[in-house]
């Protein structure tokens, strides 16, 4: 039986030494927005990290007192009696630093200019998150997680943990991720970035002195998101080539239902999130590459991590194919880390990871279940 | 040995009976460029026609007197001796009406206003591309085609002609296409076309009365399309993730090799290519579906056809898939139509259709010889 963590409430931790990104850059003080549920154990073994993908958030699961239907994007995984289970973990989500939902940000007021932060915001990478993330960690009072979790890009800072901090994590789930983007998936990145650039209210990054919002261009970038996400059956059987009035019209209003949807998507996306931060994390995922400086030798780049992991692909991914998350099993068995890798038969492409799929619910659960059973040996 | 057709000379065809578009819109008087290579016989029974997909022309092989290096999109299969052979063939290449190559279209003159057509120009389905290509048979005195070739969106209209005039063309060759697009495919379009619909500059397409272009909508159209006409394998092989500068620059200008092909070709095509005729090219390509009107159901459509066919599909082409030629072969089997499949292994995408690769190639010359011996015999 599985149930909501019911009412949260959204945490804010300050952090006053200052953060070297990998860029050079150099941020003096930052905030990050967390949430937490279930309770810490007595040896404080039984945390557990949830790392957002792209539009993603802290507010991971239940709801607020003052906005019930605002439910946590992954309260299907986390709760009482879920795959991630409160009763038995200490759950942790958090906004990344350069987000949008209350951590430090291009929106944020840079204290020292008293004005958002903007085009001065540093672009930053998985290993700067992870880097903040540790520090949060350390606040909380946790020097190993039990395990840490993400989807996507979430799945790129799961795997960073393990290779920039090797003793402060003793699982990984990477689930639909990659060890780096494809030129394709950075091409795709590229237009929904060049979409932003050039939308005249984009103004450089600055856009907040000029009281506007680029909301055109943030829109194509969702929209051809979106594409990405769905695999071209889900959008086939949902969508078809059915028709929003019944009839063909000959004009540029829309036509096709998927239009509807994407452009609908769009709006919504485009009314509450911030452009800079859109364009900080396009660039995080495109630069994730642990391989680079290794002559692109995934196997050396895995052979720092000492978590065991567990690797979730899904069939009609085609963002990040199950081809990607063999890159990573194969890197770890040459290491010969403890690997379990699932490759879920799922028509959702890459938003499985998000659905509710019984076979992935399962393999979550049965692996958490184990992981559980460490902590509490 | 082949060789090219040489210098050729662009022509222009005049059409002062009205035309009536499938949306019930009336252009009273229109023109249509064409270019013409090979001979006439003398039963007017040696002609091919060659239709052209989004972005192409009239200028399908040789190149001008006064132009030497713009060089005709089809060269490499169409002159003396090539697969396409201007010593056999009578070959018409046209740029189809509402195209900006010098056929009446949105960017043209409207004798009524003294103004260019812009938002008033209708929109165009493939019906209606193939109804104004048989007034122009009509006027070169062509009852026959021996045969139509085209690829992408070109096949849409080569089948198109075997189902509306199924005595006027005797083999169709359609490569690279689909019997409809997908959802997915409609989704791409609708993301380019609102990249161009929401640039400031589109002005509800009247642009050309306030002397702006909306180059930024135009360049994210065709950066996108760029996408989707390569493979994921063809980028990796040619870009990967290799950087621009071999390093890091940790900003929004080019990082990856990649992108600054993206940029390049989104910026070269939106330096020449008309936004309007680009929304009706891809409006032609959404609207195509010949099954629509009978429940979806392909057999019937292609009960009309009398045409021989020869279907081309290539491995990596994700933007029109072998499965959907599989579509076209099915249904004119069903209708025991006399159909030959090719499906060529090629690493190039979509764009395959446009490339020398020497299956497709000696495919393409088989077929036609068999054409021409039939139109011989």
Same sequence: chains 1, 2.
């Avoid at 998507?265 to 995922?285: E, I, P, R, S, V």
Wanted: aromatic residues 12%; negative net charge; contains cysteine.
């Amino acid at each position: 039986m599985s149930s909501s963590v019911g009412i949260v409430t959204a945490q804010r931790a300050t952090f006053d030494t200052p953060l070297t990104f990998k860029s050079g850059a150099v941020l003096p003080r930052y905030e990050l927005m967390y949430e937490t549920y279930g309770t810490l154990n007595a040896d404080k073994s039984n945390a557990i990290l949830i790392c957002h993908a792209l539009s993603g958030h802290h507010h991971v699961a239940g709801y607020y007192a003052d906005d019930t239907k605002n439910i946590g994007w992954w309260d299907n995984m986390v709760g009482p009696g879920k795959p991630i289970d409160t009763l038995k973990f200490f759950v942790i989500g958090l906004n990344n630093l350069g987000g949008c939902h209350g951590s430090t940000g291009p929106s944020s007021i840079d204290p020292a200019t008293g004005k958002p932060y903007g085009s001065s915001f540093p672009v930053i990478t998985v290993e700067d998150w992870v880097n903040a993330q540790a520090r949060l960690a350390d606040q909380l009072g946790i020097q190993r997680f039990a395990a840490i979790v993400g989807g996507s890009l979430g799945g790129m800072q799961a795997m960073q943990w393990a290779l920039a901090y090797p003793d402060r994590v003793a699982h990984v789930l990477a689930i639909a991720t990659a060890p780096h983007l494809t030129a394709q998936n950075i091409a795709f990145n590229d237009v929904a970035r060049s979409a932003i650039l050039t939308d005249p209210e984009f103004h450089g990054g600055d856009f907040y002195q000029h009281g506007v919002v680029p909301t055109r261009g943030l829109r194509l970038a969702r929209m051809l998101g979106h594409i990405t996400y769905l695999s071209d059956d889900a959008m086939a059987d949902k969508f078809g080539r059915e028709l929003r009035h019944g009839k063909l019209n000959f004009s540029y209003d829309i036509e096709f239902q998927i239009e509807s949807y994407l452009r609908y998507q769009g709006d919504k996306f485009a009314a509450y999130f911030d452009a800079n931060t859109y364009l900080l994390m396009t660039k995080a995922l495109d630069y994730f590459d642990p391989a680079r400086e290794l002559d692109g030798d995934l196997n050396r780049a895995f052979a720092a991590a000492k978590a065991k992991f567990l690797v979730v692909s899904f069939t009609t991914d085609w963002r990040f194919s199950p081809a990607r998350s063999h890159e990573i099993v194969h890197a770890l068995l040459h290491n010969r880390r403890d690997v379990s890798y699932a490759e879920v038969t799922s028509d959702h492409g890459h938003d499985s990871f998000l659905m509710e799929d019984a076979q992935y619910i399962a393999v979550m659960r049965n692996y958490l279940n184990n992981v559980f059973e460490e902590v509490s040996a």
